[in-house]
C-alpha cells in the first residue's frame, strides 16, 4: 500500500506500468542510498553503497546496457549507487565502457570461474581507459557478485541422476558430494581474486589510487531444506 498513491499518480499521468516500476525503484535507492551516506562517507568510500540493476532484457544488448547504465547512474544521482549488470558475453564490453565513464558497477549472476576472470579483465580494461583519459580511480567502486548456493541447486540434481543409477559403492561417494561445489567453487574464486590483486596490472592502477574489485558472495541462503540455512555463510 505504500505505493499505491504513487502508482496511480503515475497511471493518470498516462505512464506505463514498466516506467512506473523505475520511478518507484530509483525513489527507494535515493532513500537507501541517502541512509547509508554516513558509512560512505565514514569508509571514505569503500562501503556503504546500494545497487539498482539494468532491466534484465537487456542482458544480451551491449550498447542497450551500457546506455541504461548511464541513464539510472544520472537518474539515481548519488555516489554511493552501484549499476548491476549481469556478467554474460554481452555485458562484459558494457562492464567496461560503464566503468570507462566513472560509473561504480556491480556485476551480477557470476557462475563460472572463467567468466570471472573475464570480468576482471573488463574491469581492469574499463579503469585503464579511465586513468588514460586522465580521470581520478579512487572514487570508482566494483564488486563482483559471485553466486554459491545455485551452483549446488545444479549440481545436486546432476549427483541425483548419477545416484539412481550407481551401484551401492559408487551412492555413498556421490552422497558426500551433495552441498559441496558451491563453496569449492568460491574457494576457486577467491583464489583468482587474490590472484588479482597481485598482479602488475592491478599494482598500477593501484598506484593511481585505485580500489580492488572486491567478490561479494551472492545467493548464500540454502536453496536445499535439508542443509543448514548458515551453512554457506559459515563455510565461506
Given at each position: 500500500p505504500e505505493?499505491?498513491?504513487?502508482?496511480?499518480?503515475?497511471?493518470?499521468?498516462?505512464?506505463?506500468?514498466?516506467?512506473?516500476?523505475?520511478a518507484l525503484a530509483i525513489e527507494a535507492i535515493q532513500r537507501a542510498c541517502d541512509a547509508f551516506r554516513p558509512v560512505f562517507n565514514e569508509t571514505q568510500g569503500r562501503d556503504g553503497?546500494?545497487?539498482?540493476?539494468?532491466?534484465?532484457?537487456l542482458a544480451r544488448d551491449t550498447q542497450g546496457t551500457n546506455e541504461e547504465a548511464r541513464r539510472l547512474w544520472q537518474s539515481v544521482n548519488r555516489?554511493?549507487?552501484m549499476i548491476k549488470i549481469p556478467g554474460t558475453k554481452e555485458g562484459l564490453p558494457a562492464i567496461e565502457q560503464t566503468l570507462a565513464q566513472g560509473i561504480n558497477v556491480n556485476i551480477?549472476?557470476?557462475?563460472?570461474?572463467?567468466?570471472y576472470e573475464e570480468?576482471?579483465?573488463?574491469?581492469?580494461?574499463g579503469l585503464s581507459r579511465l586513468a588514460a583519459a586522465g580521470k581520478p580511480l579512487a572514487p570508482i567502486a566494483s564488486v563482483a557478485s559471485f553466486f554459491v548456493s545455485r551452483v549446488d541447486t545444479l549440481v545436486d540434481k546432476r549427483l541425483d541422476m548419477k545416484m539412481a543409477?550407481?551401484?551401492?559403492?559408487?551412492?555413498?561417494?556421490?552422497?558426500?558430494l551433495f552441498g559441496k561445489a558451491g563453496i569449492a567453487n568460491a574457494q576457486k574464486a577467491y583464489a583468482i581474486f587474490?590472484?588479482?590483486?597481485?598482479?602488475?596490472?592491478?599494482?598500477?592502477?593501484?598506484?593511481?589510487?585505485?580500489?580492488?574489485?572486491?567478490?561479494?558472495?551472492a545467493s548464500t541462503s540454502t536453496k536445499n531444506p535439508k542443509y543448514r540455512d548458515v551453512m554457506y555463510v559459515e563455510e565461506l
Open positions: 505505493y499505491d498513491d504513487t502508482i496511480r499518480q503515475g497511471l493518470a499521468s498516462g505512464k506505463q506500468p514498466p516506467a512506473i516500476f523505475e553503497f546500494v545497487s539498482i540493476e539494468v532491466n534484465p532484457h555516489p554511493n549507487v551480477t549472476l557470476i557462475f563460472a570461474l572463467k567468466r570480468v576482471i579483465a573488463s574491469w581492469l580494461a543409477a550407481a551401484p551401492l559403492e559408487e551412492r555413498r561417494r556421490l552422497d558426500a587474490e590472484k588479482m590483486l597481485a598482479s602488475p596490472e592491478f599494482k598500477a592502477l593501484e598506484a593511481k589510487g585505485a580500489q580492488p574489485q572486491r567478490p561479494l558472495w
